[in-house]
């Protein structure tokens, strides 16, 4: 088989591999993608980045790819505009331990993670953790003649490997505009040139993550730790490196030159890029102001938002675009998202619950062609660049088929039972494996149990007792019990 990944590369064998490094059972896949920089709560934005390759990883596995998925966590080294230290200026401000930021942030992002229903990455390295890695990296970069030392820091020599290779290669940009309009946080004077970034930086005296190396007490520069964590566990040559649009320069630039300069390989075979999710047209970020919290959305409780909308309807709405589209956030395009939704887990349901049966049906080749052809059309789109919105459009003229059945006008005998088993599979496959929606219960248990004690209130002024006592059992049932008060009908549940 093969797939379409990015825009123009093919996809179809296995990845190579480090020679000491543990062999995964072939055919299989390694993953890299950018996590977050855990010094605050993952917004939208965020959440869509890591739901695209959450599907992808997702798409790999259900076709029988083994995958070894790594996300990292940033505790260290990603600067904020002003040039500090992000974690560390969190500390700063709220007081507390960097590591106190980084766990609340994490543990934020993991529950986010879990409502979305993603499936977690078989490893998730920190930046901390690999400090002993970084430093060899930065040692072995000095060695080649790619880095240099300057007033206690470590710079990569941009100038340098671009005479030997080519910098600015993924993101097509020329060395030259890109020294023009480059903005300095890293240490402007010591550098030998404005493109030149850390690999280690010398901590400032109040700077509180610091660590002890020949250079100076300081910390690694961000881009280094996704060189070296994804090289540890995925081999020098790898298959998917992924991020959201906005790391492919300069960060991933800085990890392929970083990759280049150390082991003389670019680490992934394709980069693939997320598009950015938009509000009115201006990307989600926190620092524009213009951000979602997850909860926010889930909850409605945002003076942006008319309702709020479950975690299924935002997977939705974000997987009926394709990853490297933008997507633009309105009200308007959530409530779309809801009924389709809505639409496709009641197709889900039903499904679920259906079999094949003989019935007066004669079977009709074209009803059988036609269901294969949706079936094919599901890979086929996921095979394009992991296409999750035309799988989306499949899956509903599935979801036509499927209705028509339940009622009938459609018969079993006329599609055919190897059809309808293949549509059975496929469709709830992909809908639920691969897309990774699942039926969710949007329904307010308190009120239909009011609606009910409604009826049982009713049946009982009506001296009704054989419905009093069915509604009884039928709660019961439930685990609740309706409890007869003075004036009133309470309910509890059952102990
Ligand atoms: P950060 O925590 O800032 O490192 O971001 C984590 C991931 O989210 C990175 O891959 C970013 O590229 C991605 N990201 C940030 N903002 C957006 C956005 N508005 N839309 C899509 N992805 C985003
Ligand atoms: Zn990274």
Redesign the pocket.
């Known amino acids: 088989m093969q797939i379409k990944v990015g825009k123009l590369k093919v996809f179809n064998s296995l990845t190579r591999q480090k020679e000491d490094f543990q062999p995964l059972t072939p055919p299989f896949v390694g993953m890299y993608?950018?996590?977050?920089?855990v010094y605050s709560n993952?917004?939208l934005?965020?959440v869509?980045?890591?739901l695209s390759f959450d599907v992808i990883n997702r798409y790999l596995r259900y076709i029988g790819y083994k995958v070894r998925y790594v996300r990292n966590i940033?505790d260290v080294g990603?600067l904020s505009d002003t040039g500090e230290d992000k974690i560390s200026k969190k500390a700063k401000l709220d007081q507390l331990e960097p590591m106190e930021i980084v766990q609340m942030y994490s543990n934020d992002f993991h529950h986010v993670m879990s409502q979305f229903n993603t499936i977690p990455p078989d490893i998730e390295p920190s930046a901390i953790g690999h400090l002993m890695e970084q430093i060899e990296m930065t040692r072995k970069l000095i060695e080649n003649g790619y880095a240099y030392e300057s007033n206690g820091s470590v710079y990569f020599d941009v100038g340098k490997y671009n005479k030997a290779h080519k910098y600015g290669i993924l993101s097509g940009r020329n060395i030259e505009d890109l020294m023009s309009d480059t903005r300095d946080l890293d240490g402007g004077a010591d550098k030998r040139n404005s493109l030149d970034f850390a690999l280690w930086k010398r901590a400032d005296p109040d700077h509180i993550m610091r660590w002890k190396t020949e250079w100076s007490d300081g910390f690694p520069g961000w881009h280094l730790e996704c060189s070296v964590m994804s090289t540890k566990y995925l081999g020098e040559a790898f298959d998917i490196h992924g991020?959201?649009?906005?790391?492919k320069f300069p960060h991933h630039e800085c990890e392929i030159a970083q990759n280049v300069g150390t082991y003389g390989k670019s680490g992934a075979n394709y980069w693939l890029h997320?598009?950015?999710?938009?509000v009115n047209g201006q990307?989600?970020?926190k620092s524009l102001g213009n951000s979602f919290l997850p909860h926010e959305l889930i909850s409605g409780n945002h003076e942006l938002l008319d309702r709020g909308y479950s975690p299924m309807t935002i997977r939705f709405f974000i997987l009926q675009s394709h990853y490297a589209s933008t997507l633009d956030f309105s009200n308007v395009a959530l409530e779309a998202a809801r009924r389709g939704y809505v639409r496709l887990s009641n197709g889900m349901r039903l499904i679920e619950k259906m079999k094949w049966k003989e019935d007066e049906g004669k079977l009709d080749e074209r009803q059988s062609e036609q269901i294969n052809k949706f079936c094919e059309n599901c890979y086929h789109a996921m095979n394009d660049d992991f296409n999750t919105a035309l799988t989306i459009g499949h899956l509903f003229n599935m979801v036509k088929k499927i209705n028509s059945l339940h009622t009938r006008q459609l018969k079993f005998g006329e599609i055919g039972q190897e059809a309808f088993n293949r549509m059975k599979d496929t469709f709830l496959g992909f809908s639920r494996d691969v897309l990774g929606l699942k039926v969710e219960a949007d329904v307010n248990y308190q009120s239909l149990i009011n609606t009910i004690l409604g009826e049982y209130k009713d049946a009982k002024y009506n001296r009704d007792f054989k419905r009093v006592d069915k509604l009884r059992a039928e709660l019961k049932a439930e685990g609740i019990v309706a409890k007869d008060m003075k004036d009133k009908i309470e309910w509890a549940f059952e102990e």
């Not at 991020?243 to 790391?247: A, K, R, S, T």
């Not at 997320?274 to 938009?278: A, D």
Request: hydrophobic share 30%; with cysteine.
């Open positions: 993608v950018c996590g977050p920089t993952v917004h934005g965020n869509r980045t890591f940033t990603h991020g959201g649009m906005d790391l997320t598009n950015m999710l938009t990307k989600m970020s």
